[in-house]
């Protein structure tokens, strides 16, 4: 019986062990935001990430410019989440846990980054489509920065969040479809913040092979919410703000997007990309703050 015992503790210790490493790959892929394609398991697609990290060394106007956001995308945020518990369907789905206080960006613990993806991968190249009518709908991913404290420590199987995202001073972007009466967007919000479905889950699967068990087990991620529609600019620049009011956490994303990488090379004036830096980024988008 002893020896029972310790076999199945090593068994839920390699496991446990197994979900910590996926999920820090994981996360090492997703950063704290990205770009993808939601199809549903293992058929989520993502863009090609070529920044994703802190936004530091902001300068006075740009430090000016960021509290503004924050406090308009707070507001916003306390809008919708007012309107949503005024419907129980959705409140009891997309508030739970979320405290009955009033949010204002002061009570908010803040984190800024600014994300660059190339998605040529991702949108539609077909030659039937002409340039001035090409747009392509993506998600925007933040389950490696809101389902983090749930599932870094190994000890849960999945996390269901709500954050509230929002797009904020869009060039090369374009608004979402108004939804459908009583159900909620799933798009981001414009100029405003729209909740979204952002979990991650646990998944087992070994599949055999000539006689081997091979372990396919890993996290997925979902769902289809979270939608921008990318215009047919070849370069596109936005601020994407998140709220956690759960855990009373924000995220403030310079989000960068490129359809051809050279053009956003050359937009910049670099001799490569791997010299793109954030300052580059900050230089690109100062007149527009």
Same mark, same amino acid.
């Given at each position: 019986?002893?020896?029972?015992?310790?076999?199945?503790?090593?068994?839920?210790?390699?496991?446990?062990?197994?979900?910590?490493?996926?999920?820090? =790959?994981?996360?090492?892929? @997703? %950063? $704290?935001?990205?770009?993808?394609?939601? /199809?549903?398991?293992?058929?989520?697609? *993502?863009?090609?990430?070529?920044?994703?990290?802190?936004?530091?060394?902001?300068?006075?106007?740009?430090?000016?410019?960021?509290?503004?956001?924050k406090q308009k995308a707070t507001s916003e945020a306390m809008k919708t989440i007012t309107q949503?518990?005024?419907?129980?369907?959705?409140?009891?789905?997309?508030?739970?846990?979320?405290?009955s206080r009033v949010l204002d960006a002061e009570s908010i613990e803040w984190q800024h980054i600014?994300?660059?993806?190339?998605?040529?991968?991702?949108?539609?190249?077909?030659?039937?489509?002409?340039?001035?009518?090409?747009?392509?709908?993506?998600?925007?991913?933040?389950?490696?920065?809101?389902?983090?404290?749930?599932? =870094?420590?190994?000890?849960? @199987? %999945? $996390?269901?969040?709500?954050?509230?995202? /929002?797009?904020?001073?869009?060039?090369? *972007?374009?608004?979402?479809?108004?939804?459908?009466?009583?159900?909620?967007?799933?798009?981001?919000?414009?100029?405003?913040?729209?909740?979204?479905d952002q979990h991650a889950h646990w998944v087992d699967d070994i599949m055999e092979l000539d006689?081997?068990?091979?372990?396919?087990?890993?996290?997925?991620?979902?769902?289809?919410?979270?939608?921008?529609?990318?215009?047919?600019?070849?370069?596109?620049?936005?601020?994407?703000?998140?709220?956690?009011?759960?855990?009373?956490?924000?995220?403030?994303?310079?989000?960068?997007?490129?359809?051809?990488?050279?053009?956003?090379?050359?937009?910049?004036?670099?001799?490569?990309?791997?010299?793109?830096?954030? =300052?580059?980024?900050?230089? @690109?988008?100062?007149?527009?703050?």
């Amino acid at each position: 019986i002893l020896s029972l015992l310790v076999s199945c503790c090593l068994c839920f210790v390699e496991d446990r062990q197994t979900m910590e490493e996926a999920w820090q =790959s994981q996360k090492r892929i @997703l %950063g $704290s935001l990205c770009v993808g394609k939601y /199809g549903g398991g293992d058929s989520q697609q *993502l863009a090609t990430t070529l920044i994703n990290g802190p936004l530091e060394e902001l300068g006075a106007d740009l430090a000016d410019h960021l509290l503004s956001l924050k406090q308009k995308a707070t507001s916003e945020a306390m809008k919708t989440i007012t309107q949503l518990r005024e419907d129980r369907r959705w409140a009891d789905i997309a508030l739970v846990d979320v405290p009955s206080r009033v949010l204002d960006a002061e009570s908010i613990e803040w984190q800024h980054i600014a994300s660059v993806s190339d998605v040529s991968r991702l949108v539609d190249s077909s030659s039937g489509v002409s340039d001035e009518d090409r747009q392509d709908v993506l998600n925007l991913m933040v389950q490696g920065w809101v389902c983090d404290p749930d599932c =870094s420590s190994g000890e849960r @199987l %999945g $996390s269901s969040n709500w954050p509230l995202l /929002g797009v904020f001073g869009a060039k090369g *972007l374009l608004p979402g479809p108004a939804p459908e009466k009583g159900q909620l967007d799933a798009f981001c919000g414009w100029e405003s913040m729209n909740a979204s479905d952002q979990h991650a889950h646990w998944v087992d699967d070994i599949m055999e092979l000539d006689g081997f068990e091979v372990n396919l087990s890993d996290w997925h991620f979902g769902s289809d919410m979270a939608r921008i529609t990318l215009g047919p600019e070849l370069v596109s620049t936005s601020w994407v703000v998140a709220v956690d009011p759960k855990r009373l956490r924000g995220l403030v994303a310079l989000l960068v997007l490129t359809r051809e990488p050279i053009v956003l090379q050359s937009l910049l004036g670099l001799p490569d990309l791997a010299s793109l830096s954030v =300052s580059h980024l900050i230089s @690109l988008l100062e007149p527009s703050c």
